[in-house]
């Protein structure tokens, strides 16, 4: 009997746990627990149903019934070729979007009334859809120098565009990834070589730039190092200046007082030979005036004495000539017209004696004319007084023609005086 109890009792345990078992629901984290089959109101709402999200509930028996919607999430590829931008140019755009059921209310109720039941490959497949469409609306409205200068607004747009879709199903888009954006016609690589042109412009001349905001910095600091060694430089010079002027300051009492010191013993030395150089000046003064003055002296008084007789021999001889001339004159002027040729003659006697002595001494008694040609000495003297009338002017006889008639006239020749060797040179 008492094993009967305890069977029943077993029995009734493992019935009481197997009923529990098949009434008692766990829900997962990444789950939601849908208990159809009861009434209750959500928001403004009524529903068939209750949810458990995220701990445990015991199902009703016989009233309600117990499904399970997985909130994990779903991973969809999407692939969108010939989408027309704005301008007509056909792209292709590739990416991928990451999107869940919803979990909070009221966005689960959609999910709920259009997913429930439904496998996870045909909700991917309605997600991938509805994202495909909203992505061609997108890039209508967009050229494709803004789809691909800025994915990120892009994808946010598309975020915008496919959110309120999306909710209507009961999905939520968590992240949104554009992967390639292409053409066929090959309008991204022209903008893309385009923007990779100016990229290198841009970079070259912001390479450039930096050289030359790095060539003026060098040269800048150059200068700098330049002044501050000028700086330092001056600094040497000046404190060696300096230095060079204390020491000239105390060097120059000393060289001073020395120059002092020797001018004073020079002056000394002087002072002391004034005495000894006056006696020697006087010494001097006397012997001068015995070895130089004296002789010097009566060297002028004998060139005096002697300048005298000459000048009285001089004076003398003046005064003879003098008087010579004048009586010479006064004959010159007695004997008239013809005094130029009474002189000549005078003259004319001397020269003829010169001449004459070089003859032999003959006796003359008749002179005879005769030819020029012979070349005798009678030649010679006729030929000599033809020459001295044509070189003098002096017709020696004609002269002698009127001398005759002055004589006849006067008694004879007049007598000259004979000039004197001063008076025939002036």
Not at 134 to 140: D, P
Not at 216 to 239: C, F, H, M, P
Not at 343 to 372: A, C, H, M, R
Request: proline residues 3%; negative net charge; contains cysteine.
């Amino acid at each position: 009997m008492t094993s009967f109890i305890l069977l029943i009792m077993a029995l009734a345990s493992g019935s009481g746990f197997l009923m529990i078992k098949n009434l008692y629901y766990i829900c997962q984290p990444n789950e939601v627990l849908i208990f159809a089959g009861g009434s209750q109101r959500s928001g403004d709402r009524k529903v068939g149903y209750r949810l458990v999200k995220g701990g445990s509930s015991i199902r009703t028996p016989l009233l309600e019934k117990v499904m399970r919607m997985n909130l994990t999430n779903m991973i969809i590829e999407l692939k969108v070729s010939n989408a027309y931008s704005k301008g007509g140019i056909p792209l292709q755009v590739d990416g991928v979007a990451n999107i869940k059921i919803a979990g909070e209310e009221p966005t689960i109720h959609n999910a709920i009334e259009r997913l429930l039941g439904k496998p996870r490959q045909e909700i991917e497949k309605i997600a991938k859809e509805t994202l495909e469409g909203n992505l061609r609306g997108v890039l209508a409205s967009l050229t494709p120098e803004q789809v691909n200068e800025d994915k990120i607004a892009f994808a946010k747009s598309l975020l915008d565009e496919a959110e309120e879709d999306l909710e209507k199903l009961g999905l939520v888009l968590d992240t949104l990834q554009i992967q390639n954006i292409s053409d066929d016609v090959r309008y991204l690589d022209s903008i893309g070589r385009k923007q990779q042109a100016d990229l290198q412009r841009d970079a070259r001349i912001a390479e450039a730039e930096a050289k030359a905001e790095s060539a003026v910095q060098t040269a800048e600091n150059k200068k700098i190092t330049a002044v501050r060694r000028l700086e330092r430089d001056i600094g040497i010079s000046q404190a060696a200046a300096e230095q060079r002027t204390q020491d000239a300051l105390t060097m120059r009492a000393a060289v001073v007082a020395e120059a002092e010191a020797e001018i004073a013993a020079e002056l000394a030395r002087i002072q002391a030979d004034v005495p000894v150089q006056e006696e020697r000046i006087k010494q001097v003064i006397e012997q001068l005036k015995a070895d130089v003055i004296a002789p010097a002296e009566a060297d002028c008084q004998r060139a005096i004495a002697q300048a005298k007789g000459n000048a009285a021999t001089i004076i003398e001889a003046g005064k003879a000539q003098a008087e010579g001339t004048q009586r010479l004159a006064e004959s010159w002027v007695a004997a008239g017209d013809n005094a130029r040729d009474i002189f000549l003659l005078q003259k004319l006697e001397g020269l003829l004696n010169t001449l004459s002595t070089t003859v032999p001494d003959i006796s003359v008694k008749n002179v005879t004319v005769i030819d020029t040609q012979s070349g005798n000495l009678a030649t010679q003297a006729a030929a000599f007084m033809t020459q001295l009338k044509q070189t003098s002017g002096v017709d020696v006889a004609s002269a002698i023609n009127g001398l005759s008639r002055s004589s006849d006239h006067n008694g004879g020749l007049p007598n000259l005086p004979a000039a004197s060797e001063e008076s025939a040179t002036s």
